[in-house]
């Protein structure tokens, strides 16, 4: 789980002191799902970025499972994210030289998986947002729909425990984010995944069970009913299965110290 505690974070610009975050307390259980909305500039991305170990508070700290995220080293950091964290941008930030199968493979890289057990584990990624038939695409032959949809299976391909979407439908049509949203919606159910989304959508936001409002720095928790937890499958030996194609429990990486 997570576990934020007196978050703050200031930037300087020019001879400003802007103060990001002030003061978050926030507590999100395996398995939650939780949108941030708010104004531009109120500090929804900020806290997505301390929530995923991409930046460091100022002051207060950021636990998961027990970990500070502000206070560990820079590389056992970076091995913490590579294992346990995956992330959707709006823009997708695919490699255009790269097919949609490489794109996915390249999240494996830094867990040193062998690049036979890359391509298949990308391929299922792949089949697995409904992508089966464009491995061998460049981001240039696929629609803005399907390039998230190679971004959403490069985020899951290492079986994270956690997945956050900074602005996932920013950049869609609204047929295409409502697919896209009803794909996230089902992995999450599928997958046991902890969620956490940032989206200017309202209409996004109000089907969460869970809202976190950020406003100036300062955040405003609302429960909206529904599921609040993922119910992950389970085999007949009561264990993980995680997706169809997975073959382990996602988030099942130790860290390494």
Known sequence: MYKLTGVTKRYTRGKETVEALRGVDLAIEDGDQLVIQGPTGGGKSTLLQMIGGLDRPTSGSVELDGVDLASISEARLTRLRAEKIGIIFQSFNLIPTLTAQENVETALVPLGVKPAERRERAAEALRSVGLGERLAHVPTELSGG???????????????????ADEPTGNLDEGTRDDIMGLLDGLWHEYGLTFVMVTHDSSIARRSPRLATIRAGRITLTEQGGARRAAPRHSARGEHEGPRSARQPYGSQPVVP
């Open 146 to 164: 399907q390039q998230q949809r190679v971004a959403i299976a490069r985020a899951l391909v290492k079986k994270p425990k956690v997945l956050l």
